[in-house]
């Protein structure tokens, strides 16, 4: 179920927000059209991981309805048109 699109924070921003089953999915996009600075994946860094966490805060506030629900990250990168899935780049339980 999607939750929202294109959610931010000052620091962060989810393209979208979903629930599956009882988990919050919160997923960035990368997507890169010319690898002259690097691939998608290069875009994704562990420092990310905070600022993504403090943005997932802000919606669970936000929709107190689902406040107690753990979430996960997930990244998807596109290159050449071709799609690369990463489920569970970070979780909370």
Not at 18 to 36: Q, Y
Not at 63 to 69: G, K, V, W
Request: net charge positive.
């Amino acid at each position: 179920m999607l939750v929202a699109r294109n959610y931010h924070s000052r620091r962060e921003e989810f393209d979208l927000a979903m629930t599956d089953r009882n988990r919050r999915v919160l997923i960035k996009v990368r997507e890169r059209n010319n690898l002259d600075y690097g691939s998608a994946a290069d875009t994704i860094w562990e420092t990310m991981v905070a600022p993504l966490a403090m943005t997932a805060d802000k919606l669970r506030q936000q929709h107190q309805n689902h406040y107690s629900m753990p979430y996960r990250f997930n990244f998807i990168c596109i290159e050449d048109n071709k799609l690369k899935w990463t489920p569970n780049a970070s979780t909370t339980d």
